[in-house]
């Protein structure tokens, strides 16, 4: 069964800072790999995209890396602003389901101003 | 072009009753996958339609249901509530059942909580 691991599981950062955040998945057959923003209460926006075959994508400030032999990625936020702040989801998506996603429990991120 | 759509926003529910949320997918798509919630998790697969027909299912009770209509809209039953069924239900869409689609749209949830 796969598990997603998300960590920190919360991080408060002064505005301007570059900060990563890390996800680890048990099984590493993926089909590919999703980060979602949520703020409080609300849906899921989605970040970034990574293919299996893909090693990174990118997106404004935002650029997340795939290892999937290793079962990592990482999402790095260059800059950081108080508009961040929100909860960050990482999703996997294996081979052996539909496009039913797998999900961390999020790091909860506070950019101060 | 209206993205995932959910009603009711928040419902309040005491234990032992039945409730039913209802999700409208992104235009042009033809599978809803349901993900509940609970407060700091991450959300948990419940189950995908396709084609009117549940087609995969997580690890949920038969207290949880579905359906889906011929317009793709579909339907979240949840029979004899418990406390532990409060949560946020989020919705996704989807197109097909091909592994090559790009990503599920969820919509805003619905906000449950049982007393």
């Known amino acids: 069964k796969q598990e997603v691991t998300q960590i920190p599981a919360a991080l408060s950062v002064p505005e301007g800072e570059n900060l990563v955040l890390n996800c680890s998945f048990t099984?590493?057959?993926?089909?590919?790999l999703q980060w979602f923003r949520q703020d409080p209460g609300k849906g899921l926006t989605s970040l970034l995209l990574?293919?299996?075959?893909?090693r990174e994508q990118t997106s404004g400030r935002l650029n997340a890396s795939l290892d999937k032999s290793s079962g990592r990625s990482t999402l790095y936020i260059a800059a950081s602003q108080p508009g961040d702040s929100a909860t960050y989801l990482c999703?996997?998506?294996?081979?052996?389901?539909?496009?039913?996603?797998?999900f961390g429990k999020g790091t909860m991120l506070l950019v101060s101003p | 072009d209206a993205g995932v759509t959910q009603s009711p926003t928040h419902l309040i529910k005491t234990r032992g009753q039945q409730v039913t949320l209802r999700c409208s997918p992104k235009s042009g798509h033809d599978t809803v996958s349901w993900y509940q919630q609970a407060l700091g998790q991450g959300p948990q697969f419940i189950f995908q339609y396709y084609e009117e027909e549940e087609r995969q299912r997580g690890n949920f009770p038969d207290r949880f249901s579905g359906h889906q209509f011929p317009n793709y809209s579909s339907e979240l039953n949840v029979n004899a509530l418990l406390l532990g069924d409060s949560a946020l239900y989020l919705c996704a869409s989807s197109f097909g059942d091909r592994p090559f689609q790009e990503t599920q749209y969820f919509g805003p949830g619905t906000r449950l909580l049982v007393l």
């Open positions: 099984d590493s057959a993926i089909y590919n």
């Open positions: 990574i293919q299996s075959s893909q």
């Open positions: 999703a996997v998506r294996d081979w052996s389901g539909y496009s039913t996603l797998t």
